[in-house]
């Protein structure tokens, strides 16, 4: 049984920095890419990071050069780190493990697995 566990959400002010991990067992973690999405109330879902299994990244524009995605393949543990936090980047925040390419890595129907998600609130 695959199972992604994320951890590490909590309530920040902006400019502040958190650090987010994602436990991944049951599955061939080196061989996946690995990803994060977020979603805001009432809005959809949307791709933040990704990591390939052979450390190719993608970001989202609204988050590159603020957040750093990283894979610890021994750990079976992908890392999300944020930094200059802003309100605007209050949401749920999910990991997802799938089969996606670079040219798919934003598409969250390419992903397999889906943790529960951590919560991120960034106050003013």
């Known amino acids: 049984q695959v199972q992604l566990v994320e951890s590490g959400g909590g309530l920040v002010q902006a400019g502040d920095s958190l650090r987010l991990s994602c436990a991944a067992s049951?599955?061939?973690?080196?061989?996946?890419?690995m990803a994060w999405f977020r979603q805001a109330p009432g809005k959809e879902r949307k791709f933040v990071a990704a990591i390939s299994w052979s450390g190719d990244i993608i970001y989202s524009d609204s988050v590159k050069d603020r957040f750093t995605i990283s894979r610890d393949n021994a750990e079976n543990t992908v890392y999300l780190q944020m930094n200059s936090l802003k309100p605007e980047d209050t949401a749920v925040y999910y990991c997802a493990a799938g089969g996606a390419g670079r040219n798919s890595a934003y598409n969250s129907r390419r992903y397999d697995y889906w943790g529960q998600g951590t919560q991120v609130n960034v106050s003013s």
């Open positions: 049951g599955l061939t973690f080196r061989r996946y890419t």
